[in-house]
């Protein structure tokens, strides 16, 4: 039924002028968020990230790819199917720098500015200017200021506890110290910012009692700013991480998640049966690079050997989902959910497949397809069209 | 008279001695001991040899090791390797040509030539410009240089004359022609054992007269040539326009003044230095931990907007310290004035303190200040850019953040905080690879560390060099200013004399 899986996943690097094309459009739909990250270097960006992705912080630095002469981007969990994008600009403090290059490649992309500056630093001569420029270019994009390191106005002391930041920037119980140069640092960015975040995100080493302090209210800011559409993204992230505690499923998710985004994004997509083509190359990805984080690339092909009994069943399921389509307007969002549902369960499915794999027993295909349906039910909690 | 009375007081006791080594050589040589006394004698010469070669080797290497002044531009030290390739060179020379005075002439001029080169390239006649009393200035110093030193390491230099110098090189002639007359009487009396003595002493004894001899007197040279070439750069950097005696007093007062050991002398002049870094970057905390009281304001928000002067003087230091503490770059209240003020003052310091956060490494403001001045002081050879000094603050905060145990031992400890701190001193040593120095401190009160046998004990280290900067500054002020009211004089004395003969005349 499907005859070349494994070689679907070529897809993705090879020259086929229209499935790439088809992906972009797919990508475009996914409404992946998009983070435009501002600020010096050390103020925390990269543990913004870490706490956003889960993502190793060694692998957001090795994950970075130059995009213009002073930005790079970190396309998270991969950039074939990125879920969630950060722009970060690292040149932002050179004197030399001039925004007109990342504007001219970021402006119509970024949903979000984050900038991260460190509570008591006040050389914000650069980043002021320069912010100044990227706000006026689209002035309703939100911008977010996270006032970073707010350990060092109470050095070798624990954060006061519960975080004390959520209703009020000045309340009562932190140091003097903190509280006027947190009242300079809004004085200077008050018509730059929409919010202000006072974050302590440190690493485990560091010795605080709460290595994510204030980390809620970063996040909760960021649901409450971002655009409506590609809220669900954050929110699908964030449900599945916070579901699955497993190691090795913790780095799976991320995947699963992004390659059934991805296929909701070409589900999307309102052109009938054009998806049909779309989706075996975006689930024949999915499958290589789960098999890639679980370090068994030779597990993928026998996956396929059983899954490919499944074909019937979701081959009818797709060409119910390409009739819904020609109903104006219902079509494209039904589609989309379908899209992500399959990818997710076939991508669960693997997991759970892999796993009885290792214990010893592999799982027949009765088996499969009765965890293939239980996921697929399950996916529609992950995915909540339109936000 | 006197001389004659000390001739006889030295024979009259040589003589007995003379009497009994010839009678106990005699003695020797009736009983056939001679063969075996010869070789501890052998062995004594031996060793003697052993130690005058060590004591030549260590006369050469002391001059060539010179490292030059503390105060000179890279310019000046490219001129003074020109200057010791030659010293290198002195000891293949004729050992005949070095006793004629005129050999010192034509070097001197060789040496003016050579260096002129480096200073006016192009000139068509590079000595051309150079003032009389200039010239007369190199000589002096160089002279004056050279009696004090001949005078406190050649032994007996205050009775030296001429004649002697020129009698070392024949009084040694005379020893040879006297050893090998005796070696012909020997040969004569005992054919064979004279001919194995023979070849043992020509090995031992004759090479270590040759090495003595020309030990002195190439050291002599070397000197000369590195008086002469070390004045000449003075002359061509322009900065003996304040002649000779200004030079030394000046000399005095910045280089030498810590040359005396213990505190500060009150005629050493004061070492300017200057603490310059982003805004809240901790400058005005290292100066209140370097004072050991809190005079500088310091706050958690920008509050430094003037420059500010403190002075630190305690006993235990060899100059006192002018710390000027600078108004903070990178700021956005910080206008183009107050920048430039502080580049001013940074040009007129003789140290500079770089006083950077040890956990951020946005050190890209600092490093273009450092390049601006560097820049400043390329495009003007003359002077030498101050020797800069950075300093890691707030090392508290470095990882692990909760832990604050010092002493730490940052460049060889085990413990994470060490490690961190050590991996801070390497990132800031690859932003600033000229920086003299990069000391890591703590300046918050209550929790200092590092601050006085880090950072006072860097500035010390650097004095050397800080007070050349200081030296060359003072002379090229005092060189201007002075340069009108001298002309002014002269014409003045002029004026005077023409009077003076016109009224003689006039009187006739």
Excluded at chain 1, 49 to 54: A, E, M, N, V
Excluded at chain 1, 147 to 157: N, R, S
Aim: net charge neutral; charged share 20%.
């Amino acid at each position: 039924m499907y005859p070349s899986w494994a070689n679907l996943a070529n897809l993705f690097a090879g020259r086929d002028q229209k499935f790439q094309a088809g992906i972009a459009d797919a990508r475009h739909r996914a409404n992946m968020p998009v983070f435009w990250m501002l600020g010096r270097t050390q103020t925390g960006k990269t543990s913004v990230i870490h706490y956003l992705t889960g993502a190793p912080e060694a692998e957001i630095g090795n994950g970075f790819r130059p995009c213009t002469r002073y930005s790079r981007e970190y396309p998270f969990p991969n950039p074939e199917a990125p879920l969630l994008n950060f722009l970060d600009t690292r040149g932002i403090d050179e004197p030399g720098y001039d925004p007109a290059e990342d504007l001219a490649q970021f402006n119509d992309k970024a949903h979000v500015i984050v900038v991260t500056v460190k509570a008591l630093d006040h050389a914000q001569e650069n980043l002021v200017r320069n912010l100044d420029t990227i706000r006026r270019a689209k002035p309703g994009r939100p911008v977010l200021l996270l006032l970073t390191c707010l350990h060092e106005a109470y050095p070798q002391k624990q954060h006061p506890t519960p975080y004390p930041f959520g209703s009020s920037l000045y309340p009562p119980n932190i140091s003097v110290d903190l509280t006027r140069s947190i009242a300079l640092q809004q004085d200077r960015f008050k018509t730059l910012v929409d919010d202000i975040i006072p974050i302590d995100l440190t690493k485990p080493e560091e010795g605080f009692a709460e290595p994510n302090y204030g980390g809620d209210a970063l996040k909760q800011s960021i649901l409450d700013h971002l655009p409506k559409a590609i809220r669900q993204t954050m929110l699908t992230l964030d449900a599945v991480t916070s579901e699955f505690r497993d190691e090795s499923l913790r780095r799976a998710m991320p995947v699963i998640v992004s390659y059934s985004t991805l296929a909701a994004g070409a589900g999307a997509i309102p052109v009938p049966f054009i998806d049909m083509f779309l989706l075996p190359g975006i689930q024949a990805k999915m499958i290589a690079d789960l098999a890639t984080v679980y370090g068994q690339p030779l597990s993928a092909e026998r996956f396929w050997e059983i899954a490919s009994s499944l074909g019937a069943g979701v081959l009818a399921r797709q060409a119910a989902r390409e009739a819904i389509k020609i109903i104006p307007g219902v079509g494209s969002a039904a589609g989309a959910a379908l899209a992500f549902g399959m990818t997710f369960a076939l991508g669960r499915a693997f997991c759970i497949y892999y796993r009885a794999v290792c214990q010893g027993h592999v799982p027949d295909t009765g088996t499969l397809k009765r965890i293939f349906e239980e996921e697929l039910g399950k996916a529609s909690r992950f995915w909540k069209p339109g936000g | 008279m006197t001389r004659l009375r000390l001739l006889a007081i030295i024979l009259l006791i040589i003589i007995p001695l003379l009497f009994y080594m010839g009678v106990g050589a005699y003695h020797l040589f009736e009983t056939g001991w001679t063969f075996y006394v010869w070789w501890p004698t052998a062995l004594c010469f031996g060793t003697a040899y052993f130690l005058g070669w060590q004591v030549a080797r260590r006369m050469k290497t002391k001059t060539d090791s010179h490292p030059g002044d503390p105060h000179w531009t890279d310019r000046d030290q490219f001129a003074w390797g020109m200057v010791q390739a030659r010293v290198e060179k002195s000891a293949d020379l004729d050992q005949e040509a070095l006793t004629q005075p005129k050999f010192y002439y034509d070097t001197a001029e060789a040496i003016a030539k050579e260096l002129s080169v480096v200073y006016q390239p192009g000139a068509s006649d590079p000595v051309g410009p150079v003032t009389i009393p200039e010239l007369l200035t190199v000589i002096e110093l160089a002279t004056r240089e050279l009696h004090d030193r001949v005078r406190k390491y050649v032994p007996g230099s205050h009775l030296m004359t001429i004649d002697h110098w020129r009698k070392t090189q024949k009084a040694i002639g005379w020893m040879k022609h006297a050893n090998n007359g005796y070696w012909v009487v020997s040969a004569v009396l005992n054919p064979v054992k004279t001919a194995a003595r023979y070849l043992a002493a020509k090995t031992t004894l004759t090479p270590l007269q040759d090495r003595l001899q020309r030990g002195v007197i190439n050291w002599f040279y070397a000197e000369f040539i590195s008086d002469v070439g070390r004045y000449l750069i003075e002359l061509y950097s322009g900065r003996l326009k304040v002649g000779a005696e200004k030079y030394r007093e000046l000399q005095e007062q910045t280089i030498r003044a810590d040359e005396g050991g213990g505190g500060a002398s009150p005629e050493a002049r004061p070492v300017t230095i200057t603490v310059i870094g982003q805004v809240k970057a901790g400058k005005s905390s290292l100066i209140n931990a370097l004072l050991g009281e809190r005079k500088a304001q310091t706050d958690v928000l920008p509050c430094t907007d003037t420059i500010t002067e403190y002075v630190l003087k305690s006993s235990g230091l060899p100059a006192t310290l002018h710390i000027m503490d600078s108004i903070g770059y990178s700021h956005e209240g910080a206008d183009a004035d107050q920048v430039d003020k502080t580049a001013e003052v940074v040009r007129q310091s003789d140290l500079v303190l770089l006083v950077g956060h040890a956990r951020n490494a946005a050190k890209q403001a600092d490093v273009n200040f450092v390049g601006a001045l560097q820049n400043w002081f390329r495009t003007r050879p003359q002077y030498k850019i101050p020797p800069i000094m950075a300093v890691l603050t707030h090392a508290d905060l470095l990882t692990p953040a909760m832990e604050w145990q010092p002493p730490y031992d940052w460049s060889a400890g085990i413990r994470p905080k060490e490690k961190s701190i050590r991996d801070a001193v390497g990132t800031a040593r690859e932003s600033f690879p000229d920086a003299a120095n990069i000391v890591p401190a703590c300046t918050a009160e209550n929790r200092q560390w590092n601050v006085t046998e880090g950072v006072l004990a860097g500035v010390v280290n650097l004095l050397g060099e800080a007070r050349g900067v200081a030296f060359l500054r003072c002379l090229d002020e005092s060189a201007n200013e002075d340069r009108v009211g001298k002309v002014f004089e002269q014409l003045w004395s002029l004026g005077k004399t023409a009077y003076t003969i016109f009224r003689e005349r006039a009187g006739k």
